[in-house]
T-cell receptor, first 114, second 112 residues
Framework: IAGITQAPTSQILAAGRRMTLRCTQD?????MYWYRQDLGLGLRLIHY???????GKGEVPDGYSVSRANTDDFPLTLASAVPSQTSVYFC?????????????FGDGTRLSIL | RKEVEQDPGPFNVPEGATVAFNCTYS??????FFWYRQDCRKEPKLLMS???SGNEDGRFTAQLNRASQYISLLIRDSKLSDSATYLCVVNILVTGANNLFFGTGTRLTVIP
């Protein structure tokens, strides 16, 4: 079934550790996104990529980095995890970055930083 | 000020009821509008786009009022399976990015 795959599904991580959340899509979508969802705050954009080879900062980029080496993969890295990064992380994609394009989401990664 | 404001609810309605959710957005440059549905501990899923003329998809009707910066979702003949959180989403095209701004969601529970 076509879609977006995120890994891991959940993770408990010690503060200070490095962690990479994986995201792969097989829909050949050009644009990809990473969000975090926190209670009372809704989903907030961390980073995005309009097309392979390009990335941009969203609303809450600090402490996170991304890369987009190819169309399918968009990993999110926490270089040195902190407890405030405990959240549910969703990867999404859309056919293009232009307006009117809805985004399709992966199942999410639940991350707890202790 | 948040880009998108929603009444968090919860809305508890009996099966067969009609329920309406409202949402306001702050940026007049907003270009596209959507309603997403999110089930507990699941990913958001697109319910419907919202067009300027209003649009309907079965039991669901979405309306947009650009002058008042207001979006609504009407659900008729509520089903148990409609129980979920409904997210109002606004697209603001900022420096070449498809930035979606999400409301915090309105929780609906349909009661038998």
């Amino acid at each position: 079934i076509a879609g977006i795959t995120q890994a891991p599904t959940s993770q408990i991580l010690a503060a200070g550790r490095r962690m990479t959340l994986r995201c792969t899509q097989d829909m050949r979508h050009n644009a990809m996104y990473w969000y975090r969802q926190d209670l009372g705050l809704g989903l907030r954009l961390i980073h995005y990529s309009n097309t392979a080879g390009t990335t941009g900062k969203g609303e809450v980029p600090d402490g996170y980095s991304v890369s987009r080496a190819n169309t399918d993969d968009f990993p999110l890295t926490l270089a040195s995890a902190v407890p405030s990064q405990t959240s549910v992380y969703f990867c999404a994609s859309s056919d293009s970055w232009t307006a009117n394009q809805p985004q399709h989401f992966g199942d999410g990664t639940r991350l707890s930083i202790l | 000020r948040k880009e998108v404001e929603q009444d968090p609810g919860p809305f508890n309605v009996p099966e067969g009821a009609t329920v309406a959710f409202n949402c306001t957005y702050s940026n007049s440059a907003s270009q596209s509008f959507f309603w997403y549905r999110q089930d507990c501990r699941k990913e958001p899923k697109l319910l419907m786009s919202v067009y300027s003329s209003g649009n309907e998809d079965g039991r669901f009707t979405a309306q947009l009022n650009r002058a008042s910066q207001y979006i609504s979702l009407l659900i008729r003949d509520s089903k148990l399976s409609d129980s979920a959180t409904y997210l109002c989403v606004v697209n603001i095209l900022v420096t070449g990015a498809n930035n979606l701004f999400f409301g915090t969601g309105t929780r609906l529970t349909v009661i038998p």
